[in-house]
């Protein structure tokens, strides 16, 4: 493995993959530190430019674009008190404040380090945990493929939206989806409507724009977002080594908050929204002065950044061995791994290994890249997004999704379904229904029918045929996991009755 990690770091040092971690960093952290535009968003938008490019090279530029985009929410979440994207939501507790002290480069600076060290900490994760982890995947058959898909829906559906029969709802929607057109085992058509466009399905990549993008507009066109006034700063000579002396001289926070968010973001569905909040409750619990947290403490910024950008590298694992987005964004990269003929699990670490090492490095770059263009470009990047007007914003967002959806097969049935997906998002997300479940269903529909399928056929050896679903222990495994994280929901309605009865 040593050799692929030597290999990838070598094609990441050259001045093209150079130039794009640097630029694909610096237009994440724009798009980031604009209110109400998302990574998923980003990355979706950009996929299509990314066609002309080589594996690796779209590879590099949309991580980049990736990592820059957690990084940049702090920006406007610490200088505007508006999370650039939901991964900042907590940043804004404490980054604020101190801005409003007149501590807004301290801020900035403590975002900074943060975000570095968590994003490089969860790309470790993502080198060293990943390897071992494709290895069990190849023990895998049918029936536990099967069982992988109904963990992944079961975990999403109660961590990714407040309400559990709407996360499975949602998620049962996805399924029924990603059985449109035709079936992978059998070659039936379905649901095409008797209209051959849709006989190839639904493009993920159109369905994640559309569910997305188009709500993001559209409500930012219902609210008319205004400009915000910016709190300003001034440069103070020795305060970066200051604020670097007191974020590494608190080991603990960093490190925890680091673990929080790479173990979160290996968990489909969950993401930097509920990482950032649980590593800011987590380092307040350990806190000898929890009272401080909201009042502008450096320790609230530190939780929150190191939690989000880690779990960049932490979503990537279940992605690159099982085939299972760990956050949202991470859909769009599986999206450009199918696209582009890379199919998740050993095969990526072994035929595929410089592509797949090269990738990984380039994330950690990015998070080093990071530190110089935040520092010293943190404030005028969040004085020119907090003006830019909607109505200038919101259309060029339109023509874009439209461009990308059409561009993905030349296909004017895609441009339909987007605008009908981003419809459809919109009016879930006013009825409480986040699309991540959806999203999510729609990529493991054919993992689950194709194992279902499958193991059924090979069950044909014994008299009922369905028992080869629980024959492996293996599966057994992941049933008890999706038996747990299914009624972890319920845990914490329980939970306080059995506190009461021991009282």
């Known amino acids: 493995m040593l050799h692929y990690i030597v290999e990838g770091l070598l094609n990441v040092l050259t001045v093209k993959n150079l130039l794009l971690v640097f630029a694909g960093t610096v237009s994440g952290m724009i798009v980031g530190a604009m209110p109400g535009l998302t990574a998923v968003m980003a990355l979706a938008l950009l996929v299509p430019f990314t066609y002309t490019m080589d594996p690796t090279s779209g590879l590099v530029t949309l991580g980049a674009v990736y990592m820059g985009c957690i990084y940049g929410g702090a920006f406007s979440a610490i200088l505007i008190n508006t999370p650039g994207t939901p991964s900042s939501i907590g940043t804004t507790f404490d980054g604020y404040p101190m801005a409003k002290k007149g501590q807004g480069e301290e801020a900035i600076i403590t975002a900074t380090l943060a975000s570095v060290f968590g994003g490089i900490v969860g790309v470790l994760a993502l080198i060293f945990l990943s390897p071992?982890?494709?290895?069990?995947?190849?023990?895998?058959?049918?029936?536990?493929?099967?069982?992988?898909?109904?963990?992944?829906?079961?975990i999403v559906s109660s961590l990714v939206t407040g309400s559990f029969l709407k996360g499975i709802t949602g998620a049962a929607l996805?399924?029924?989806?990603?059985?449109?057109?035709?079936?992978?085992?059998?070659?039936?058509?379905?649901?095409?409507?008797?209209?051959?466009?849709?006989?190839?399905?639904?493009?993920?990549?159109?369905?994640?724009?559309?569910?997305?993008c188009i709500p993001e507009v559209l409500n930012m066109v219902l609210k008319d977002v205004r400009p915000q006034e910016v709190v300003d700063y001034k440069k103070k000579k020795g305060v970066f080594m200051k604020v670097f002396k007191y974020v590494f001289s608190r080991p603990g926070n960093l490190i925890r908050s680091s673990i929080i968010g790479t173990v979160v973001g290996i968990l489909p569905?969950?993401?930097?929204?509920?990482?950032?909040?649980?590593?800011?409750?987590?380092?307040?619990?350990?806190?000898?002065?929890?009272?401080?947290?909201?009042?502008?403490?450096?320790?609230?910024?530190?939780?929150?950044?190191?939690?989000?950008?880690?779990?960049?590298?932490?979503?990537?694992?279940?992605?690159?061995?099982?085939?299972?987005?760990?956050?949202?964004?991470?859909?769009?990269?599986?999206?450009?791994?199918m696209l582009q003929g890379l199919r998740p699990g050993a095969e990526l670490f072994k035929e595929r290994a410089d592509i797949t090492y090269t990738f990984m490095i380039s994330l950690a770059v990015a998070a080093i890249v990071m530190m110089p263009v935040g520092i010293f470009g943190g404030r005028l990047l969040t004085r020119f997004v907090s003006k830019v007007p909607t109505r200038f914003l919101a259309p060029g967002i339109v023509m874009f999704t439209i461009i990308g959806s059409y561009a993905i097969r030349n296909n004017f049935m895609d441009v339909l379904l987007m605008l009908l997906f981003?419809?459809?998002?919109?009016?879930?997300?006013?009825?409480?229904?986040?699309?991540?479940?959806?999203?999510?269903?729609?990529?493991?529909?054919?993992?689950?029918?194709?194992g279902l399928v499958q193991a059924y056929l090979i069950g044909q050896k014994y008299t009922v045929p369905w028992k080869i679903l629980f024959v492996n222990p293996l599966s057994w495994v992941i049933i008890v996991l999706c038996i747990l994280s299914f009624l972890w929901p319920y845990y914490g309605k329980i939970k306080p009755l059995f506190q009461t009865n021991k009282r």
């Open 132 to 154: 071992p982890l494709a290895e069990v995947a190849l023990k895998f058959g049918p029936a536990e493929y099967f069982w992988i898909g109904v963990f992944g829906l079961t």
């Open 174 to 212: 996805g399924v029924l989806i990603s059985t449109i057109g035709i079936a992978p085992i059998g070659g039936d058509v379905r649901f095409t409507f008797g209209l051959p466009s849709l006989q190839g399905g639904v493009e993920l990549i159109v369905a994640l724009i559309g569910l997305f």
């Open 269 to 337: 569905g969950a993401g930097g929204n509920i990482a950032n909040l649980v590593a800011y409750n987590e380092a307040k619990r350990a806190s000898k002065e929890p009272e401080r947290f909201g009042t502008g403490i450096p320790d609230g910024i530190v939780a929150t950044e190191a939690a989000n950008n880690a779990v960049v590298g932490g979503g990537i694992i279940p992605l690159v061995t099982l085939g299972i987005p760990g956050a949202p964004p991470d859909a769009i990269l599986y999206g450009v791994l």
């Open 422 to 450: 981003g419809v459809l998002g919109f009016g879930l997300r006013r009825l409480g229904y986040h699309p991540a479940p959806i999203v999510l269903g729609l990529i493991l529909g054919p993992i689950m029918e194709t």
